[in-house]
């Protein structure tokens, strides 16, 4: 049952975006949502209770869909750091694609009273933290601690990049970019706008500590919290070296699974996560790694 509810909810999802990149929301009205998903306007209503909490869910799913995606080329142990980096800018930009009518006109209709929809500026401070959290480690991979503080400069170079070449990819002009060579090239102009800054080694424009708007002053320069489905899949590569019986590792497993599908949920239930995180916490040899889960999950 749950699996249905939430196959549902995704195609009252889909369908929205279609007909809110057509129209707007506003023009939208929820009677047509639900005629088009082949339910009353009562039975939808049972899944979103208004139209504001279907837009919210319609940010939240893309965004997550997306970062489910990020964090798969993450987990590819035959890429180099720059073939991953590589490939998340080809996801990026078809993602851009595949969704820019929608975002389009949503940011069309909000650009004028942002007041109105703070969830929505929310949803975009969030995003620019990530952006900036992700990115700075992926150049201290790349390139060790001391680029760090460049973390910010790097990242408006990124942004102004990509903000210069997408509206190509997605206005009247329609430009067929190749996306491999275009994330390629993307690579060289990071890459070389790094070594010069490690070689002159100047002041920072933007130290990280500048953004308080990115982060609504939670910026952190320390212990980055890390995503719960990272967490969950280096704690599933743990427990199969874990010194523990058969059975119990099965069961951690299992909670693992479950844990992992409750939290793609749109709403996920506290009652589940709960569970799960209360099964994963008799697991004393990983115990500081389900602490981590368990904050990481709060704190989404």
């Not at 306007?41 to 319609?58: A, M, V």
């Not at 959290?133 to 170079?157: F, H, Q």
């Not at 491999?180 to 102009?189: A, F, R």
């Not at 409750?262 to 589940?272: F, G, N, T």
């Amino acid at each position: 049952m749950p699996d249905k509810i939430a196959d549902k909810k995704k195609q009252i999802i889909k369908t929205s975006m279609h007909l809110f990149a057509q129209k707007g929301a506003h023009a939208t009205s929820m009677q047509e949502i639900a005629e088009l998903c082949g339910i009353s306007k009562g039975t939808l209503y049972q899944y979103f209770k208004s139209k504001e909490e279907l837009e919210q869910s319609i940010f939240q799913y893309t965004f997550q869909s997306l970062y489910e995606e990020m964090v798969q080329v993450e987990k590819d142990s035959h890429l180099s750091l720059k073939e991953i980096f590589v490939k998340q800018v080809e996801v990026l930009l078809n993602h851009a694609m595949e969704l820019h009518e929608f975002f389009m006109v949503q940011f069309q209709k909000h650009i004028g009273a942002p007041e109105e929809h703070p969830w929505q500026q929310q949803y975009m401070m969030q995003l620019n933290l990530e952006s900036l959290r992700w990115l700075r480690r992926k150049l201290e991979a790349m390139y060790g601690p001391d680029i760090v503080p460049y973390s910010a400069d790097i990242l408006l170079l990124i942004k102004g990049v990509l903000s210069s070449y997408v509206p190509l990819l997605i206005g009247r002009l329609k430009v067929a970019l190749d996306f491999p060579k275009w994330s390629e090239n993307l690579w060289d102009i990071m890459d070389m706008y790094a070594a010069s800054l490690l070689r002159k080694r100047p002041e920072p424009i933007l130290p990280l500590d500048a953004l308080p708007e990115w982060s609504n002053g939670e910026v952190e320069t320390g212990h980055e919290h890390r995503h719960p489905f990272v967490i969950i899949r280096e704690l599933r590569e743990a427990l199969k070296l874990s010194a523990m019986n058969d059975q119990d590792r099965e069961d951690a497993q299992e909670s693992l699974r479950i844990l992992e599908s409750e939290l793609m949920e749109l709403k996920p239930r506290r009652a589940i996560v709960s569970g799960m995180l209360s099964n994963l916490r008799e697991i004393e040899e990983h115990a500081d790694m389900v602490d981590e889960l368990n904050q990481s999950i709060h704190k989404q």
